[in-house]
C-alpha cells in the first residue's frame, strides 16, 4: 500500500457521461498530480495542485477539471465522456511542489482508477 | 519534442542475469533528475532509484543501479540477479522545473521486461 488511495479502482460508463475520480494523498503531502496513462498516448500529465492552489498544467482537456480541497484530498472532473477517455488515471503525491533538499521530491502513486467508456 | 527516449519495448532475460534498460533524455537545464519506475501487471508505479544531475556517483539501491553519463544524457537502469517478480513495464522519467517552483516528472513510453526461469 503506498498511501495514496484512488477511488472508484474500476468505471464502466457511456459515452457523453461525467464520471468523478477521487484521490487521497499520503500522509503528510501536500502535493497532488494527475496523471493519465493510455495505449497510445503513454503517461501524461494532466494537473497538478499544491496545498489547494493549481501549480501546473499538462495535457488536460477542457472537458477535465480538477480541483484539491482543504483536506488535500483531489478530485477529477471528467464531463462528455468519449471513447478515446477509456484509460487509466493516476494519482501521485508529494511532500513538495519543487524539488527537496536531495532534488528528488519522489512521487508516490496510487493504485489508478480504469475508466472505460462504451 | 520527446524529451525521455526509452529505445528497447520489450527485454527478456534470464533469472540471476544482470540486465539494462535503455533511457536518455533531452534537457538544456542545468539541473534535473531523472527517476525509475517499476509498473508490474497489477498497475501501481512503483518508485525504483531516482538520480540528480549534480551528483558525482551513480544512484543504486539494492539490486538497482542508475548508470548516469551525463555527456551522452543516457541514464540506464541496471537490475542485477534478476528475479522472476522483476516482470514488468518500466518507466524512466525526468524533473522538469516549471515556473513558479514547480516540478513535474515527464515519463517515456516504459520498457516491457520479462524474466525467464
Known amino acids: 500500500d503506498s498511501g495514496v488511495t484512488q477511488t472508484p479502482k474500476h468505471l464502466i460508463t457511456a459515452t457523453g457521461q461525467r464520471v468523478t475520480l477521487r484521490c487521497s494523498p499520503r500522509s503528510g503531502d501536500l502535493s497532488v498530480y494527475w496523471y493519465q496513462q493510455s495505449l497510445d498516448q503513454g503517461l501524461q500529465f494532466l494537473i497538478q495542485?499544491?496545498?489547494?492552489?493549481?501549480?501546473a498544467k499538462g495535457n488536460i482537456l477542457e472537458r477535465f477539471s480538477a480541483q484539491q480541497f482543504p483536506d488535500l484530498h483531489s478530485e477529477l472532473n471528467l464531463s462528455s465522456l468519449e471513447l478515446g477517455d477509456s484509460a487509466l488515471y493516476f494519482c501521485a503525491s508529494s511532500v513538495a511542489s519543487v524539488a527537496d533538499s536531495s532534488g528528488a521530491n519522489v512521487l508516490t502513486f496510487g493504485a489508478g482508477s480504469r475508466l472505460t467508456v462504451l | 519534442a520527446q524529451k525521455i527516449t526509452q529505445t528497447q519495448p520489450g527485454m527478456f532475460v534470464q533469472e540471476k542475469e544482470a540486465v539494462t534498460l535503455d533511457c536518455t533524455y533531452d534537457?538544456?537545464?542545468?539541473?534535473?533528475?531523472l527517476f525509475w519506475y517499476k509498473q508490474p501487471s497489477s498497475g501501481e508505479m512503483i518508485f525504483l532509484i531516482y538520480?540528480?544531475?549534480?551528483?558525482?556517483q551513480n544512484a543504486t539501491e539494492g539490486r538497482y543501479s542508475l548508470n548516469f553519463q551525463k555527456a551522452r544524457k543516457s541514464a540506464n537502469l541496471v537490475i542485477s540477479a534478476s528475479q522472476l517478480g522483476d516482470s514488468a513495464m518500466y518507466f524512466c522519467?525526468?524533473?522538469?522545473?516549471?515556473?513558479?517552483?514547480?516540478?513535474?516528472?515527464?515519463f517515456g513510453r516504459g520498457t516491457s521486461l520479462i524474466v525467464h526461469p
Open positions: 538520480q540528480g544531475s549534480y551528483d558525482q
Open positions: 495542485y499544491y496545498n489547494g492552489e493549481e501549480r
Open positions: 534537457t538544456s537545464d542545468p539541473s534535473y533528475g
Open positions: 522519467a525526468m524533473r522538469e522545473d516549471r515556473s513558479g517552483g514547480s516540478y513535474i516528472p515527464t
